[in-house]
């Protein structure tokens, strides 16, 4: 009788080449010959599934199949064509679904995270910093084997490989030795100084370079200075996750950087030079005539460099006014007086010009 690859697999007939591939994975993994050892019922099973993903996963098999209702004049297909694709068909699939029980080539080291609070200034210009992280190394003593000096033999079932070869029916697969955990050899005595597990731990000294304009919780990885990886696999990374301490003076936004400056409100009407903060130290600037309160000024090339381009950011100066407060009745009345009769134009300079202005608000 002609099979129903759908109902094999468990799928309607409007189910996409992705709902195929998921739904084959899940009963491939549930049905296959090495989760169910000596189960004919599995094993039948597990030919059926794959046999209906050959035709339902492939666009011209499955419209051939459901026009007629078969591929073959039985209904079957034939034992050539389902060798000829069996790399095709399980290629990635094991890869993806069998990778953690089934691969000898190891595992990849764990990565480790560690978190680095630097300041504005070292966000600003960038720095080098050695970090201490504690991570697992191979032991010195057994050179990571777990042995003794003498104290291990080979695997007597894999005979030092640390793989076995099993084959159920049209399939093989190669796994680790379960008598010696995939090592080829046991383990008679223990090393004394990591107790038989092939690492002790330990502190390393890591050298972190900071890029120059970098910003707030972000992340750099250092390849290759995680935990150790096993059976020859590669060591796991480093992440380095950067907090930067907030400026007492500057706030950041992307590049550039904002910084209030506060002025007296002589200077803030006749213009004037003062001096400012920067990130390189203080500069000096002319305040033109008659700026307002909260009026911006914008230095080009003082904030912060771009990490891709370079491109320095700009410094914001938002200015604040600060008015006298508190002023007694005469103080107000030889504020009023002074700054009506005196005129900056009777004046050489601003210096002068201030200075007169002090000395009659002081009398």
Known sequence: MTKDYYEILGIGRDANSEDIKRTYKKLAFEYHPDRNPDDQDALDKFKDINEA???LGDDNKRAQYDS??????DGNFGNAGFSSNLNDIFGNLFEEV????????GQKGRDLKYELSISFEDAAFGMEKEIVIPKKELCGTCDGKGAAPGGDSVCGVCKGRGTMDYAKGFFAISQPC???RGRGYIIEKYCDECEGDGFIRTEKKVKVNIPAGIGDSSRLRIRGEGEIGMGGAPDGDLFIVI???????FKRDNNNIYCEVPIDFITATVGGEIQIPTLGGIESFNIPEETQPGQSFRIKGKGLPDLQS????????I????????????QKKVLKDTLKDIKPQQFSNLDSYNKTLENEFKK
Do not use: M, T, W
């Open 53 to 55: 993903y050959q035709i």
């Open 68 to 73: 007629f209702g078969s591929i073959s004049g």
């Open 98 to 105: 069998f990778s953690s029980g089934f691969s000898n080539g």
């Open 178 to 180: 379960g008598q010696c």
């Open 243 to 249: 907090f930067v301490e907030e400026h007492a003076i």
């Open 310 to 317: 370079g491109r320095l950011g700009d410094l914001y100066l």
């Open 319 to 330: 200015i604040n006014i600060d008015i006298p407060k508190n002023l007694n009745s005469k």
